[in-house]
């Protein structure tokens, strides 16, 4: 009996590389098309500036101002521009508040537009619709500048990278010891410091306990025994030392060692008097 024929394994599939397709959109967001903005309006500022100077210069006249003074009216007014414009911009680029100069832009830019419309109204024989429809467009000179300025604040500057807060250093206005969230941290339990005795211990004399206290509890935890005493004793009757500094010595407190003070010095009186008698 014949095998049946087995049919042949089929080829390898070969791995097959796409290449990605190029988009043929432009990419708005890149330095080019960005510096591209931030010239034409410059080019902007510069061609409002020149159209505008007849009719400011006319409104200077017309305020009585003596010889060359006129042409003050509109380095005033498109320089004060310029200035606080520029401010605006540095301002939102340092993430701090522009309320101000954003608010000195739109009263000049009003006030350029105002007396850019009057002179041609001024200037017109007789009002006709023609004369609103160029006096309108004089005062739209100064208003397309402010409009691309205040665009060119969110599209060429950048905002001010955050500060972060130092790792030990608390925020202006949060309390030490607090979380800065409402709640407080509880203080770490502190170990209150025991000076030990220089001299032999002794069998009957019960040894200083180191006890663990927290912020509130006083320094003054350690009972005062004999040992203790003996160390202070001749010192504080003597007036080497006083009794609160003796008392912060051996970490007990003033008034238990003025007791023991006061009951020593009856006792050695009690012995010159008996020794006397």
Do not use: C
């Not at 190029?22 to 061609?47: C, H, K, N, W, Y």
């Not at 041609?120 to 160029?134: F, H, K, P, S, W």
């Amino acid at each position: 009996m014949s095998k049946p024929a087995t049919e042949p394994a089929p080829a390898a599939a070969h791995a097959v590389t796409v290449a990605p397709r190029r988009s043929s959109q432009v990419e708005a967001d890149t330095r080019p098309i960005v510096m591209t903005a931030v010239a034409f309006t410059g080019l902007l500022a510069v061609a409002s500036f020149a159209a505008g100077v007849p009719g400011l210069y006319a409104m200077g006249q017309l305020a009585l101002l003596p010889g060359v003074m006129p042409a003050l009216v509109p380095v005033l007014l498109d320089g004060g521009l310029v200035v606080f414009s520029l401010s605006a911009l540095v301002l939102r680029g340092r993430n701090q508040g522009n309320k101000f100069p954003w608010t000195a832009v739109a009263v000049l830019t009003a006030a350029s537009m105002a007396l850019q419309a009057a002179h041609v109204v001024l200037d017109a024989a007789t009002i006709t619709a023609e004369t609103y429809v160029g006096a309108g467009l004089a005062a739209s000179f100064p208003a397309i500048v402010f409009a691309a300025t205040h665009a060119l604040q969110t599209l060429a500057i950048a905002d001010a990278p955050k500060r972060k807060i130092r790792p030990g250093r608390r925020k202006k206005g949060v309390p030490v010891g607090s979380t800065g969230k409402g709640g407080s941290k509880a203080a770490k339990p502190t170990i209150a410091p025991v000076h030990r005795a220089t001299a032999a211990p002794s069998s009957n004399v019960a040894k200083p306990v180191q006890q663990v206290t927290d912020a509130s509890t006083s320094i003054a935890t350690v009972p005062l025994t004999l040992e203790l005493f003996d160390r202070v004793k001749d010192r504080v009757l003597s007036g080497d030392i006083s009794v609160r500094g003796a008392a912060k010595e051996i970490n007990v407190s003033k008034n238990t060692l003025t007791n023991r003070i006061n009951s020593e010095k009856a006792r050695r009186a009690a012995l010159v008097e008996g020794a006397t008698s």
